[in-house]
């Protein structure tokens, strides 16, 4: 015979209610951590396993959380990205902890009719993540009529989408100038800024560090200008081609912002086929911290960089959409700060 929470209950001396609370981890009523500790303890002895069936039926939920991709054939989506799979991560370990299953959902975030079909009635989800891609004004308000909570990762959609969805951001414009700052510390005044028109927010920390500091910008350090794809050859390219230019105009630098670890994968290449010594002759610091993923541009680690703590976004992703989904929260906007990891390159 199956565990039930009525067992667990007699085994500890509590009511079954109480029991319940623990397991699902809901902290409304106070239960003492020595109580949750016996509850947690005699349910992992007994085995205990929740019926999923009958939480449904008596809550009203699925117990099931989409993570939305856009349709094939549309945009880049975030798995081709290193950082997916930890923001996966972050989102599957909070998840799971609380008996929810993480289901992927093809959908275009703008398709306000196919939102409604897929997300809201065929799909039967209690909840909807969106990473990169956040739905449109008129999607956001849809799902907030039909009473599906809805997160977005990585994109500042909260108040364009009235207040309708949460959303995770980083911090990105103060980890760069807390970067460019440091690197000024150390005794540049002259940092070159390597990146894309799409991140603007790292474009405004350069900026404001250099202007912190009372350092004139010189428009010819800084290059601006769209990856090609595949996104990650196309942005270590970038960073070399971009690189090579500045070195073509002879124009006195000592270090360089990039505005990604493949950009200044690429910076540092077309710094060695030059002859310039990384860091001693020129500093070079990316956005990222591929390296602490896993992914190594080089043969040996090497990039400082700024780390984006996408575990923690999607960790912080799923924690909002559960406070909705189970406590009729409100959507909140969340911004979590970056980190300097200090490597070999500046």
């Not at 996104?231 to 912002?257: D, I, K, P």
């Amino acid at each position: 015979m199956p565990v039930t929470l009525m067992d667990i209950a007699r085994k500890v001396g509590a009511d079954v209610s109480t029991v319940a609370r623990v397991l699902n981890d809901d902290r409304s009523r106070g239960v003492s951590e020595a109580k949750r500790r016996l509850i947690r303890r005699y349910a992992e002895e007994l085995n205990y396993r929740p019926n999923f069936t009958g939480r449904a039926l008596r809550t009203g939920r699925r117990f099931n959380v989409a993570y939305v991709l856009p349709q094939p054939g549309g945009s880049r989506t975030a798995f081709e990205l290193p950082f997916a799979r930890f923001r996966l991560y972050g989102l599957e370990q909070v998840l799971s902890a609380r008996g929810y299953l993480l289901s992927l959902l093809h959908l275009d975030p703008a398709d306000q009719v196919a939102a409604q079909e897929r997300g809201c009635w065929q799909h039967r989800v209690d909840g909807l993540v969106f990473d990169c891609h956040p739905p449109s004004p008129e999607v956001a308000a849809m799902l907030r009529d039909a009473r599906v909570p809805a997160v977005v990762i990585d994109a500042d959609v909260f108040r364009t989408c009235n207040r309708s969805v949460s959303c995770v951001l980083s911090d990105r414009e103060g980890g760069v100038a807390a970067s460019v700052r440091r690197l000024i510390g150390l005794g540049h005044s002259r940092i070159a800024f390597i990146a894309s028109p799409g991140t603007p927010k790292r474009w405004r920390g350069y900026q404001r560090a250099m202007k912190e500091a009372g350092i004139a910008m010189d428009q010819r350090l800084v290059i601006r200008r769209p990856v090609r794809e595949p996104y990650l050859s196309g942005a270590r390219a970038h960073g070399r081609e971009a690189m090579r230019e500045l070195l073509a105009t002879n124009v006195e630098f000592t270090a360089v912002q990039a505005g990604s670890d493949f950009k200044a994968a690429g910076v540092i290449d077309a710094l060695r086929e030059a002859g310039r010594r990384v860091p001693e002759d020129v500093a070079v610091v990316g956005f990222d911290d591929v390296e602490g993923m896993g992914v190594l541009p080089f043969d040996e680690p090497l990039l400082t960089t700024i780390r984006d703590p996408n575990s923690e976004m999607g960790s912080t992703a799923a924690e909002l959409l559960l406070e909705e989904i189970e406590k009729g929260g409100a959507p909140r906007r969340v911004v979590l700060p970056t980190e300097l990891a200090t490597r070999g390159s500046g």
